[in-house]
């Protein structure tokens, strides 16, 4: 099984609101993954978790918060949000860091912020 | 940093055909990936392929590493098969996946 899920599928909020996403894999991965998709663009990576800790942060603004409680939950926290992050967010995983093994994605969750 | 660049940009194919997408990549890599995205987003593996040859069913994939550059072949394509086609690459000692430009396929009946 090579399935990693995503929470919820669609979030409308507004640039006031706080609000989380929630990724979960049950495949005994130890690296996860949060990548931006903005609309006919190709997927760009957010932040790398290793072994629970943040291990790349790709200079994305504190307005998005990521968090790894344990080693099948990913959450991205989202506070103050503007307009232009409306985007699809995917989470993925693999099975260790490094590079070395091939990454699978859940299904994504569709932002709208007003 | 590391460019990939998909060709061609836009494909239209009647069913039946067969096609093959290039990918090229500006620097060495120890993780390629082949992925079609659906019209609901969802990344589908299609290959794990950072050298050698690769074959699933109809869709095929060859990475020529130390020339940088992979190919995607879809045979006798079906309307199934529409979507967006995309390469990523992970430079070396990096958990980093960088993607390319992506090909759009279009496939009709």
């Known amino acids: 099984d090579t399935e990693v899920t995503q929470t919820p599928k669609h979030l409308v909020m507004g640039m006031t609101n706080k609000k989380s996403l929630k990724c979960e894999q049950h495949m005994g991965h130890r690296a996860m993954y949060w990548y931006k998709q903005k609309a006919k663009k190709p997927p760009e990576l957010m932040f790398v978790?290793?072994?629970?800790?943040?291990?790349i942060n790709e200079s994305v603004p504190s307005r998005f918060s990521p968090e790894c409680p344990n080693s099948s939950l990913l959450n991205l926290h989202l506070h103050a949000l503007q307009p232009e992050d409306s985007a699809l967010y995917l989470c993925?995983?693999?099975?260790?860091?490094?590079?070395?093994?091939?990454?699978?994605f859940g299904p994504g969750t569709r932002l709208t912020v007003t | 940093g590391i460019q990939v660049e998909q060709s061609p940009p836009d494909l239209i194919l009647q069913e039946g055909a067969n096609s093959t997408l290039r990918c090229n990549f500006s620097d060495s890599v120890n993780n390629l990936q082949w992925f079609h995205q659906n019209p609901w987003g969802q990344l589908i593996n299609l290959f794990y392929?950072?050298?050698g040859t690769k074959q699933n069913g109809r869709l095929s994939a060859t990475t020529v590493a130390t020339e940088r550059y992979s190919l995607l072949y879809i045979s006798s394509s079906q309307t199934t098969d529409s979507g967006v086609y995309f390469c990523?690459?992970?430079?070396?000692?990096?958990?980093?996946?960088?993607f390319g430009t992506g090909t759009r396929l279009q496939v009709f009946p």
């Open positions: 990523a690459v992970g430079p070396y000692n990096t958990d980093k996946l960088i």
């Open positions: 392929i950072p050298s």
């Open positions: 978790y290793s072994y629970e800790k943040l291990s």
């Open positions: 993925a995983s693999s099975q260790v860091p490094g590079g070395l093994y091939e990454q699978y």
